[in-house]
Nanobody
Framework: QVQLAESGGGLVQAEGSLRLSCVVS????????MGWYRQAPGKQRELVAV???????NYADSVKGRFSIFRDNAKKTVWLQMNSLKPLDTAVYYC?????????WGQGTQVTVSS
């Protein structure tokens, strides 16, 4: 059974920081690209950051310079470090594991940034 368990969300003031964690089980973690997506109320789910098998990363323009994604294959964990948070970052954040046409998703963790 594949499980992606997110944690670390919460309520934070603007300019604050949060670190999201996603612990994965049931798949060969090191063979998957890992990503964080988010979905704000009334909006489509969007890619925030991705880290591939080779460690290369990509970020949404809106979070570049503020967010960092990193992974530990031995711990089967991916993190999203979020700094200088803004109210516009408020959303449910989802962890994703991708390999070719296969996607697995976590249940999401709420991040709320107050002004």
């Amino acid at each position: 059974q594949v499980q992606l368990a997110e944690s670390g969300g919460g309520l934070v003031q603007a300019e604050g920081s949060l670190r999201l964690s996603c612990v994965v089980s049931g798949i060969a973690f090191s063979f998957y690209a890992m990503g964080w997506y988010r979905q704000a109320p009334g909006k489509q789910r969007e890619l925030v950051a991705v880290i591939r098998r080779d460690g290369s990363t990509n970020y949404a323009d809106s979070v570049k310079g503020r967010f960092s994604i990193f992974r530990d294959n031995a711990k089967k964990t991916v993190w999203l470090q979020m700094n200088s948070l803004k109210p516009l970052d408020t959303a449910v954040y989802y962890c994703n594991a991708n390999q070719f046409l296969t996607d697995y998703w976590g249940q999401g963790t709420q991040v709320t940034v107050s002004s």
